[in-house]
């Protein structure tokens, strides 16, 4: 098993935080960055090989993606500033070719338990919070027969939840979303999420939700995102 790490972003939502450096490389507590930290859980949990995908900062994530017992690939999207990754996602898609794989994105914080889940749970799975109020501009995933229908930032309804992305796929699901994405990047559709590929396919991915209710699995999305990981994480905290 692979993992997919999205950084092809600038975070631009984060202000000076990330006036030179990704959100990826920002410093969390004990010493660890977002990127170090996803790193070594990875490993701790068996994977030994992730694959990254990079924008304008390719060079300073290449210095620091670094991790013992792991092969890290970059793959660096030349177009970045003008497209979402779904378009990043086209590009990986030789490096994950053929293998099961977790995809996650760069700026996601989360316990070492989440993983620990995901990895024992059969099936495809995405990571989800049944328990949260729907996030106003996060995903939000809705279900059908027990399998996630669509993943969305605009919609709402009873039947929604909120949704973190974090997934395990087998390879026969990976290779079905890139299938896709790669059909809505030959049709220059490449400002969206890559999720809007899943959308169209959700019947042959089969993913089912994996509820991490009460578990630290949150996007640093803002400056208050970010204290807010910061303070769950540090040790010191009152």
């Known amino acids: 098993m692979k993992a997919l790490i999205f950084n092809s972003g600038t975070g631009s939502r984060m202000g000076t935080l990330t006036a030179n450096k990704p959100k990826c490389l920002l410093p969390l507590p004990g010493g660890e960055t977002i990127l170090s930290r996803q790193l070594r859980l990875l490993s701790l949990h068996g994977i030994r090989?992730?694959?990254?995908t990079t924008g304008a900062y390719t060079e300073l994530i290449r210095q620091q993606a670094k991790c013992d017992c792991m092969e890290i690939t970059l793959v660096e999207n030349p177009r970045s500033a003008h497209t979402n990754y779904i378009y990043s996602m086209f590009l990986a898609e030789a490096t994950i070719a053929g293998n099961d794989l977790l995809i996650l994105h760069g700026d996601?914080?989360?316990?070492e338990q989440v993983l620990t889940r995901l990895l024992a749970a059969s099936g495809n799975r995405c990571c989800v919070d049944l328990s949260a109020s729907?996030?106003?501009k996060d995903f939000k995933g809705?279900?059908?027969?027990?399998?996630?229908?669509?993943?969305?930032?605009?919609?709402?309804?009873q039947d929604c939840f909120a949704l973190q992305p974090l997934y395990k796929l087998d390879a026969?699901?990976?290779?079905?979303?890139?299938?896709?994405v790669s059909a809505w990047v030959r049709r220059?559709?490449?400002?969206?999420?890559?999720?809007?590929?899943l959308n169209r396919i959700p019947e042959q991915l089969h993913i089912q939700p994996l509820a991490c209710d009460g578990l630290l699995l949150?996007?640093?999305?803002?400056p208050e995102d970010y204290q807010a990981v910061w303070e769950a994480l540090n040790p010191c905290r009152n």
Not at 49 to 52: L, S
Not at 172 to 180: F, P
Not at 218 to 222: A, G, K, L
């Open 188 to 197: 220059g559709q490449v400002q969206v999420y890559a999720e809007e590929a």
């Open 49 to 52: 090989q992730a694959v990254i």
């Open 172 to 180: 026969a699901a990976v290779h079905a979303w890139c299938r896709e």
């Open 108 to 111: 996601l914080v989360f316990e």
């Open 218 to 222: 949150s996007e640093v999305d803002t």
């Open 142 to 157: 809705r279900l059908r027969d027990g399998c996630l229908q669509e993943v969305s930032v605009h919609m709402f309804g």
């Open 134 to 136: 729907l996030p106003e």
